[in-house]
């Protein structure tokens, strides 16, 4: 509902023409429904509440507008060949927004609220859910600061929202590999600031090193750490992986690096299947010479990393082509995901 109490349109609403699920992307698509909780003159405890999808009014004086007190979350919801709605370990995701709350002096949602009204969400929007193997339903969980500021203090209003968008598949045929640039003069994050939680402010910087990447024909930025310029942390959106020899090497976590949900995902994956795994510093030369590399994220998985261009120096990684070890972590992966592999670890909950 817009304020005018009107509903707007969205692709795909009955009315109108089916959605195409075949040319499902990723551009935002409005659902039916949202999650609001507000903590706004409200004698605790505050309730939320499904609402039509519609925007919200806030302050301008706002402390997450203003002085970008907020966190989010990311989760996918998929139909299974039985028709079966699932979502993929979002009690991890509730956990996540707990630490981020913490660290930016925000009231942490319990885990088990968080995983209830994202049921809820997925479900009022039902139709949304792409068939089986079409795609899936982003969830977007927020938590902002929504009280009126002006001096440095934390407020005492804020807000737990929850929407979803249906997307495509990344890889809408096979895997293909993504080329990278090494990013010469940007970091994503410094030690003790907020790059290891999901903060709202932390994708903006890193949006003209990635414009400028991309004019030069690369997807995306590797971004090495702030402190020495040597260590890789993340690739722009998603975690990075390097194989060399049979070893799998991932950036250890702390303060600079957002632990990765599909992260932990692959780690597990692949000491499930015989590899070994490290957590340490990459060094950039290091990776340079690595078999094969890769990053994680829940909307691409694993993205099979086929260059990097570090400081005018293009590699080549395993031919430009996909890496053995690469194809396995991302089949079986999303093998689980999808509910066609067993799910030893419970990773699965079902919206019932
Ligand atoms: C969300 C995010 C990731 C990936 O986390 P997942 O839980 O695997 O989706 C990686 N890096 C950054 C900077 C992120 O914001």
Partial sequence: MSASGQKRKAPGDVEDMPMDWDKLGFDFVHTDFM???EWKRC????TGALRPWGDISISPAACALNYGQGIFEGLKAQRTEAGEVILFRPESNANRMQNGAERLCLEPIPVQEFVEAVKSVVQANDRWVPPYGKGFLYIRPCLWGS???LSLVPPSEQMFLIYCCPVGPYFKGNLSPISLQVAAKNHRACPGGQGGV???????PGMQPAAEA??????????LDAAEHKYIEEVGTANFFCVKTGI???????????????????MQIAKDLGHDVREERVDVDFALGADEAFGTGTAAIVVPIGKINHNGREVQLNRGEVGEITRKLHDTLTGIQKGKLPDKHNWIVKVK
């Fill in 35 to 37: 999650f609001v909780k």
């Fill in 43 to 46: 004698s605790p405890p505050c």
């Fill in 147 to 149: 009280g009126e500021v």
């Fill in 198 to 204: 999901k903060a709202i402010g932390n994708y903006a």
């Fill in 214 to 223: 991309k004019k030069l024909g690369y997807n995306e930025v590797i971004y």
């Fill in 248 to 266: 799998i090497y991932t950036p250890t976590l702390g303060t600079t690096i957002l632990p990765g949900i599909t992260r932990a995902s692959v």
